[in-house]
């Protein structure tokens, strides 16, 4: 069935280091993908979306690239703050027939000042 | 900016009891949607909506059932509360299909 795995539970990075938190997905037909974001105490965030094979979502800084061949809507940030502690999701949808979203497990990403 | 409001915050239950958890949105979203957040396990659907009277069964729906009364308020009911539904409870809603989804800051439910 339809599935994202998000390859890290957790990422301990210091500041200014580069992040990479890993996605790939599996699915039927061509979902939208998504990533949010979950600080402490609070719902998820939309962070961006992307629609097409391709396309580059970014926001804050944060960006990732779909990539239908590989499968993958890698998130990345060039220079990390500690303000950027939190947990990360990367999601699809909708899917084929329906509207559902599926999420992936989450990464969790400490910075350390 | 899309407003969606959960609630009780907090609610303890025993065993069998029954439990209503609530959600409004105020920006006449069509989709609405219940999730349960666990450790390791991240945001797992339970029911959805796109509109009112209309119901929809997600991937974990066992023990569950949800109200749509009207385009603003989705209701999720556990008639026979169990421990393993102990959670972390978020209503989201979206005007789309493909658009974001504006999510509530969650209902931590406890069974004992």
């Known amino acids: 069935g339809d599935s994202v795995t998000q390859t890290e539970g957790q990422v301990a990075l210091s500041e200014e280091d580069f992040l990479t938190i890993h996605c790939n997905y599996s699915?039927?037909?061509?979902?939208?993908l998504f990533w949010y974001v979950q600080y402490p105490g609070e719902g998820p965030q939309f962070l961006f979306r992307?629609?097409?094979?391709?396309e580059k979502g970014s926001s804050r800084g944060f960006e990732a690239t779909y990539n239908k061949e590989t499968t993958s809507f890698h998130l990345q940030k060039a220079s990390v703050q500690e303000s950027d502690s939190a947990v990360y999701y990367c999601?699809?949808?909708?899917?084929?027939?329906?509207?559902?979203?599926?999420f992936g497990a989450g990464t969790r990403l400490k910075v350390i000042a | 900016e899309a407003a969606v409001t959960q609630s009780p915050r907090n609610k303890v239950t025993v065993t069998g009891g029954n439990v209503t958890l609530s959600c409004r949105q105020t920006?006449?979203?069509?989709?609405m949607y219940w999730y349960r957040q666990d450790t390791g396990h991240g945001l797992r659907l339970i029911h959805y909506?796109?509109?009112?009277?209309?119901?929809q069964i997600g991937d974990v729906p066992d023990g569950y059932k949800a109200t749509r009364t009207t385009q603003e308020d989705f209701f999720l009911l556990l008639e026979l509360a169990s421990p393993s539904q102990t959670s972390l409870y978020f209503c989201?809603?979206?005007?789309?299909?493909?658009?974001?989804?504006?999510f509530g800051p969650g209902t931590r439910l406890t069974v004992l």
């Open positions: 909506s796109y509109g009112a009277g209309n119901l």
């Open positions: 920006n006449s979203h069509n989709y």
């Open positions: 992307a629609s097409r094979d391709k």
């Open positions: 999601a699809l949808g909708p899917l084929t027939g329906n509207y559902k979203y599926v």
């Open positions: 699915a039927s037909g061509y979902p939208a």
């Open positions: 989201a809603s979206s005007d789309a299909l493909y658009a974001e989804q504006f």
